[in-house]
């Protein structure tokens, strides 16, 4: 299984990125998937979560009302959309999925991330 993430890039604040991740290998349609970043000197945390069954959706209270996570199980792609870019966001963006536990520990794969810098 792979997962790719793409469209990460230089932002000014205030401004606004489409992230993608494109998964193969399997189909995940059942499973979580969620989306992480990690900041330079800093563990790496969740952003935003999906869930499969119902479609939930959690947001880590820093970027609550300004990301939206999303998928295509058509395309096996889920998205994360980012506006209102703080300099705070900036971290590398981390995609993953999963069909158990879910947090930075718990999930199944990982892809190899994409860079976000939010110039302030």
């Known amino acids: 299984v792979q997962l790719q993430a793409s469209g990460g890039g230089l932002v000014q604040a205030g401004g606004s990125l489409n992230l993608s991740c494109a998964i193969s290998?399997?189909?995940?349609?059942?499973?979580?998937m969620g989306w992480f970043r990690q900041a330079p000197g800093q563990e790496r945390v969740s952003v935003a979560v999906?869930?499969?069954?119902?479609?939930?959706?959690q947001y880590a209270d820093s970027v609550k009302g300004r990301f939206t996570i999303s998928r295509d199980n058509a395309k096996n792609a889920m998205y994360l959309r980012m506006n209102s870019l703080k300099f705070e966001d900036t971290a590398v963006y981390y995609c993953?999925?999963?069909?158990?536990?879910?947090?930075?520990?718990?999930?199944?794969?990982w892809g190899k991330g994409t860079q976000v810098t939010v110039s302030s």
């Open positions: 290998g399997r189909t995940f349609r059942h499973y979580d």
């Open positions: 993953a999925i999963s069909q158990g536990a879910m947090g930075p520990r718990g999930m199944d794969y």
């Open positions: 999906l869930r499969w069954r119902g479609g939930s959706t």
